[in-house]
């Protein structure tokens, strides 16, 4: 591997997920995962060339976590402070109505970030750590942010305008952002290329179904809807997130239940849910249950399945049609039951899934349509931080 490889980093507000990687080729020098920053028992897993180093050991902050890291990266023979990382990528969640490309990080970029926590509480005071702990450890290298809402960001007025007035909208930011951005924009490229199409020419409709989940509808590689809104916990069902409610249902929780903002908070982020209806938020586990003939977690998968073909319905119109239907993601790309679930009876509109193609166990992107149908119904792996790393490395190269 030459010495053009990027740093691309994804800070948590207890865990740092990172990999180094050539942006050229895809190829993973080292990759790991430090957890449970700031709690009592931290730990590192750190993987390179095949070997996997762990260690558990107190993590205070992002800094220590990531000074950690860099530690195992010089054990295992790259030394990041040395030559060979021309650049580190950042996912930051929220790019509010500010940042839509892939920027630059300096000091008021870092304090622009930091300002917009208010549209992320979760996730942007989490970014905006592991970015100062970064430009501490490695103060020569260029920091580029990466916005998970940035490929939204030209959704048209219709679709990103929430029917409320319109003044304390725009007071407070409220709109459609959308987020998966960069999964979203990987993925709808990568079905464009596998299906040997000018992207311009292709209607698409993208499923992200991870622990977090949304949808985007894409006309001409453009997206003019998704299901994520001014935050991460609009639309499908997810791991432990609601996604659509009737808004009224917060208000009934706060008159009659006395929830305050934070209770509410708990609930519909981390109480809802696959978790909220099964108890499980992982994916094989539900499955596993509802082997064992748990009726929860059938509901669970069918309530899933229910809002899946709900916004599958909504943009198949929206779009007039479509050429290309593609699941991705970690339930995405692993189960064959919800995208044939999803895409059940829909032969009308010339969409089906052959049985033995979508079983088939492949890790690449594939069709799992048949020969003859109208639709193409795909499987694409999403890889962001491939498509982290690139655009980093697009940036500091012709910058
Ligand atoms: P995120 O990046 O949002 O944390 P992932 O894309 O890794 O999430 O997806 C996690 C989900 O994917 C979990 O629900 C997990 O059960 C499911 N998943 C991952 N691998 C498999 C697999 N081999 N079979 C079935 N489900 C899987």
């Known amino acids: 591997m030459g010495g053009n490889l990027v740093l691309v980093v994804n800070s948590g507000s207890s865990s740092i997920k990172y990999q180094l990687l050539d942006p050229d080729s895809g190829t993973i ?30 993590i205070p902050d992002h800094t220590a976590g990531l000074r ?25 969640v929220h790019g509010g109505e500010v940042f839509y490309e892939p920027t630059l990080v300096d000091a008021r970029v870092l304090a622009a970030i930091d300002e917009l926590s208010a549209l992320a509480p979760l996730h942007n005071p989490a970014n905006v750590r592991g970015i100062a702990a970064v430009r501490t450890l490695l ?7 990466v916005f998970d809402t940035a490929f ?29 951005g960069t999964s979203h924009e990987y993925v709808s490229g990568r079905v464009a290329e596998f299906l040997n199409r000018p992207p311009e020419s292709i209607d698409q409709i993208v499923f992200h179904l991870g622990n977090g989940a949304s949808v985007s509808a894409l006309r001409g590689g453009q997206p003019v809807d998704t299901s994520m ?5 609009e639309g499908l069902v997810m791991g432990t997130r ?13 008159r009659t239940a006395h929830m305050d903002v934070n209770g509410v908070d708990r609930l519909l982020n981390r109480g809802s849910g696959l978790r909220g209806l099964a108890g499980v938020n992982d994916f094989r586990e539900l499955r596993r249950l509802i082997g064992a003939g748990d009726a929860a977690a059938r509901l669970a998968y069918d309530v899933y399945v229910h809002r899946l073909r709900h916004y599958l319905g909504a943009y198949l119109i929206e779009l007039g049609g479509v050429d290309a239907i593609t699941f991705t993601a970690g339930v995405g790309e692993n189960n064959p039951d919800v995208r044939a679930d999803t895409l059940a009876g829909l032969s009308r509109f010339g969409i089906a899934v052959d049985p033995d193609r979508n079983t ?15 639709v193409e119904v795909l499987v694409v ?18 910058a």
């Open 360 to 374: 088939a166990r492949e890790r690449t992107a594939r069709r799992i349509s048949p020969p003859d149908a109208k």
């Open 68 to 92: 950690l890291a860099f530690e195992k990266f010089a054990d295992t023979g790259h030394d990041l402070t040395a030559a060979g990382v021309t650049a580190v990528g950042h996912r930051v």
């Open 152 to 180: 939204f960001h030209g959704l048209p007025d219709a679709a990103k305008t929430y029917a409320i007035d319109a003044q304390v909208a725009a007071a407070h930011g409220i709109r459609r952002y959308g987020f998966h």
């Open 139 to 145: 103060p020569d290298i260029p920091q580029v942010a």
């Open 29 to 58: 020098a080292a990759a790991g995962l430090v957890e449970r920053i700031g709690e009592d028992g931290g730990a590192i897993e750190h993987t390179a060339d095949g070997r996997t180093l762990t260690e558990q050991v107190v």
């Open 242 to 254: 609601s996604g659509d409610l009737d808004p009224g249902i917060i208000l009934h929780l706060m």
């Open 381 to 398: 792996p999403t890889n962001e931080e491939l498509a982290i790393a690139r655009a980093a490395a697009d940036l500091t190269q012709t």
């Open 229 to 233: 809104g001014l935050t991460p916990l």
